[in-house]
């Protein structure tokens, strides 16, 4: 009896390591963690994402995001940012979106887009204190760069086309 009772709490024991060791990380499809993010389709504005960095104010006290994710969308008008962190001891933002921005569409390997006093959303509410001003940017083959001010920060990004493309939920 007691051996039977060690066997069953021996398994029970291994049974809750086993748990234990699953990733409690959403995933996505292809089994990776997409970090809110979806793939495209599902939107039918964006269609395109690129990853890249994005600098936020300038010299000593400027911040650098190494995995920060923009998609655009010419019919949309829109610009959305993923992972966005605009300065240090902030909360990675999941998804800001910017709406209003003027785009030329040259051909489709090359996007020019500008905008002024764009207020941006991040989940879904105005977020008026980050203002976009003198935005200026644009889509070269497989690039996307564009600087701005978001309020008081001047922001730079460059990016470069990921090849399975993400867009924001």
Known sequence: MKK????????????????????????????????????????????????GKMQVGAGESSFVNDSAVCAYSVEG????LVNAKLMTGMPTLDTIRVDGVSFTDKTAADVIFSGENIV????????EQYTLTSLQG????????FSCMMGQFPVNYAGRWIPVDIMTR
Do not use: H, M
């Not at 234990?20 to 504005?45: I, R």
């Open 4 to 51: 039977r009772f060690f066997i069953l709490s021996v398994i029970g024991l291994l049974s809750l390591g086993f748990a234990a060791c699953g990733s409690d990380d959403e995933e996505g499809e292809n089994g990776n963690n997409q970090n809110n993010v979806v793939q495209n389709g599902e939107d039918p504005f964006f269609s395109t994402s690129y990853l």
């Open 77 to 80: 008008k829109a610009l959305v």
């Open 120 to 127: 941006p959303t991040w989940k879904e509410r105005p977020f």
């Open 138 to 145: 644009y889509v070269r083959n497989d690039s996307l760069i």
